[in-house]
């Protein structure tokens, strides 16, 4: 990491050599291993290492980047001069420029993102088998296999900027996935699990994720249709957390100044009901989306995103800020480990409590397509998952689709479940709306 941050202190100093009126220059770089198996073959090892330094020079209100990832002396330079010519020739841009020095984060804490984890061939590969195998021999009905997957990474930032700031910190992630096939008659089915996390010690063992996997698995053969009916819709915690991700697409600078959102002007206003808090919090230690500062060297600190359904801010980085007349948040780089709490009264146990409360419905374990519209908010995906009827699972359901609108899905969110889901940026469980059109048979 040395070398990096003098690379990023050299491009900064050539810079304000050169003229320029500001510069800011960041390095991101990781290596890894990951290893995939299929039937107990090992079909790839993979080692990858990827990092580049990438400057950017204002003159005034003219901008111009470049990037290398060579850091040598003479390529950094040449980086420099490249960024420099760029900026030279382009047009003002009255919101281009660094965020404001008093926001930068000069005295951060250590996110404790960084863990060692072996790296070691013979361990991933390991690793991968024995969850594959597990899942292999774990049913007869288990008949292939889509494979399992280990990967482990590690890596560094430094970011720098010409009001003097520099910052730097390490990260790790490690994963383990598994795949297999379930055949019943002549129907076959797949499904998955996996466990995702910075500190290998906190991953879940091979076992354990083939155990889901198959369990996941099994529970899809005989999977049907259902005719076309509006009933209420629980999304499982797996993917749950992406009602709230399209809320942070809504509220962003980007999707806001070019009007391309939902909830343009919703500052101030519901966007979920009146029960339902949504807290951000950057600094929680090895937290899957923790960062001590943002992409722009803007301290990081929590705050309520969402309290009791009203939008207390919108996510901005400084352009965005400008463009809309308001101050940065820190969200350049995105969203720091959001934390959706219900109140006491729509907070339930489990999913099978969130079950009984549905009464009749679909809970839904997968999604396929991209038919969101973010401008609308209109929403229409493909959907399997489970039949419920008086609280308890009928049978596995395929080949439907759910629409409904975004931004009256969020608001007729109806109950929450206790199963948090800790492997996402995103922390929440199981979540209840109220009808959705379903389209089937």
Known sequence: MDQAIQAVEAALKQATKRGASAAECAISHSRGL????????????????DGSLGITVYRGQRKGSASTSDLSAEAVRATVEKADAIARFTSEDPFAG??????????YPDPALFYPATQNPADAMEWALACEQAALSADARIVNSDGAHFASHCGFRVYGNSHGFTGH???????????????????????????????PAHLATPEQVAKEAVENTISRLGARSVPTCSV?????????????????????????????????????????????????????????ASSPFDHEGVRTQAQPIVSDGILNTYLL????????????????????NWFVRPDAAHRVADLHSLCQQMGTGLLVTELMGQGVNMVSGDYS???????????????PVTEVTIAGNLKDMLMNIQAIA?????????????????KMKVAGS
């Open 232 to 288: 209420p819709v629980i999304f499982h915690r797996d993917l749950a957390h992406g009602l709230f991700g399209a809320l942070a697409t809504a509220i962003s600078g980007g999707s806001l100044y070019r009007k391309s959102s939902f909830l343009l002007d919703h500052l101030g206003k519901a966007v979920l009901p009146t029960w339902l808090t949504i807290d951000e919090d950057p600094l929680v230690p090895g937290g899957l």
């Open 34 to 49: 990951s290893v995939s198996t299929r039937l107990g073959e090992v079909e790839t090892v993979e080692f990858n290492q």
């Open 381 to 395: 995906r493909g959907a399997a998952g489970f039949w419920v009827e008086n609280g308890t699972i009928q049978f």
């Open 98 to 107: 660094l965020a404001d020095a008093e926001l930068m984060a000069f005295d």
């Open 169 to 199: 910190y390490m990260s790790s992630r490690q994963s383990l996935s598994c795949m297999p096939i379930a055949k019943e008659g002549e129907r076959m089915e797949r499904d998955y699990a996996y466990t995702i996390a910075r500190d």
């Open 317 to 336: 980085t400084s352009y965005a800020g400008r463009k809309l007349g308001m101050p940065t948040t820190g969200h350049a780089g995105g969203i720091h």
């Open 418 to 434: 206790d199963d948090v889901d800790p492997r996402h940026g995103v922390q929440t469980g199981s979540v209840l709306l109220g």
